[in-house]
C-alpha cells in the first residue's frame, strides 16, 4: 500500500482523538489523526510525523482538514534490540545502529495491507473467494474467505488486529480496552467450533518487531478471551510489515 503523497512535520499537541497539531513546512497545522488510540508513547511534543498531503487532490475542498497523521519516529533506548538491524548490502551483511524508528499509525491501514496480501499469496496458498467487512453473528469480521478442496469448500474467518504498540522490541496488543476487540474473539471462538478456519492477524506497523503478546496490564479481559479462542482452535497470524514513509507492505 503506498500514500500519493507525503510530508514531514513536527507534533505538537493532541487536542482530542481525532485532531492534532503539527508544525509543517514552518506553519502551524490542525491535523487528521488517523488513529483514535491513545498512542501516549508516539506522539510526543517534538517527534517527527509523517503526514499523508492532500494539497490539492480532487475533493480536497470539502476535507476539514489537508493532512491526515499516518506515521511517527520513535526514539528508541540504547538496550533496545530494534536498535542494532542487519542490512544486505553488495551479498554482505552489516549491523546498522538505528537510534529511530518509524512506526505506521494508520489504523485503516492495516485492513488494505492484509486484502493486498491476500490478493497476492502464491497459488497453494490462495483462496478462491474474498469478501471483506463479512456479518457473523452480531459482529462484522474483516475477511470471509473460501477455497475449494475438490468437491468441497472450506470456510475461513480472519479478523485483523494493528499493532503500533512497541516495548523492548516486542509488540503488544491492546494499547488501550477494546471490548470490541473482545467480542470478536469470541465470535471467532465459536466460527471454529462450528467447522470454520479462523485467524486473528496481528499486522506488525514496527519494522523489526517479530512477534505479539497481549497487553495484559492494559485489558486482561483480552488476554483471557485470546486464550480461549487459542483453546477452541483459532490460529494467531503475525504479519510482520516493510515500513516507509509513503508505504506500506506485509513482507
Known amino acids: 500500500m503506498k500514500y500519493e503523497k507525503t510530508v514531514t512535520g513536527i507534533f505538537v499537541d493532541r487536542p482530542n482523538r481525532f485532531i492534532a497539531h503539527v508544525q509543517i513546512e514552518n506553519q502551524l497545522q490542525t491535523v487528521h489523526v488517523k488513529n483514535t488510540g491513545r498512542c501516549k508513547e508516539l506522539l510526543l511534543p517534538g517527534s517527527t510525523v509523517i503526514l499523508e498531503d492532500f494539497r490539492n487532490r480532487p475533493g480536497y475542498e470539502s476535507r476539514k482538514t489537508q493532512f491526515d497523521l499516518i506515521a511517527v519516529y520513535k526514539e528508541l533506548s540504547q538496550d ?9 548490502t553488495e551479498n554482505k551483511t552489516q549491523i546498522t545502529n538505528k537510534t529511530k524508528v518509524l512506526i505506521n499509525m494508520d489504523s485503516q491501514a492495516p485492513n488494505k495491507v492484509v486484502l493486498e496480501w491476500l490478493k497476492n499469496l502464491p497459488p497453494q496458498h490462495s483462496y478462491d473467494f474474498i469478501k471483506p467487512e463479512y456479518t457473523y453473528g452480531n459482529s462484522r469480521i474483516d475477511f470471509y474467505m473460501e477455497k475449494k478442496f ?9 479478523e485483523v488486529k494493528g499493532c503500533t504498540l512497541e516495548k523492548n522490541g516486542i509488540g503488544y496488543f491492546p494499547d488501550a480496552p477494546t471490548e470490541r476487540g473482545v467480542k470478536h474473539l469470541h465470535e471467532l471462538a465459536q466460527a471454529s467450533q462450528k467447522g470454520y478456519k479462523c485467524y486473528l492477524a496481528f499486522v506488525i506497523q514496527i519494522p523489526g518487531v517479530q512477534k505479539v503478546l497481549t497487553n495484559i496490564e ?12 487459542q483453546a477452541a482452535g483459532v490460529q494467531i497470524l503475525f504479519l510482520q510489515c516493510f515500513v516507509k514513509e509513503d508505504q506500506l507492505q506485509i513482507i
Open 80 to 88: 533496545n534490540p530494534l536498535c542494532k538491524t542487519q542490512e544486505k
Open 150 to 158: 475438490g468437491s468441497q469448500i472450506q470456510k475461513y474467518l480472519m
Open 218 to 229: 492494559t485489558h486482561p479481559e483480552f488476554a483471557s478471551a485470546l486464550e480461549s479462542a
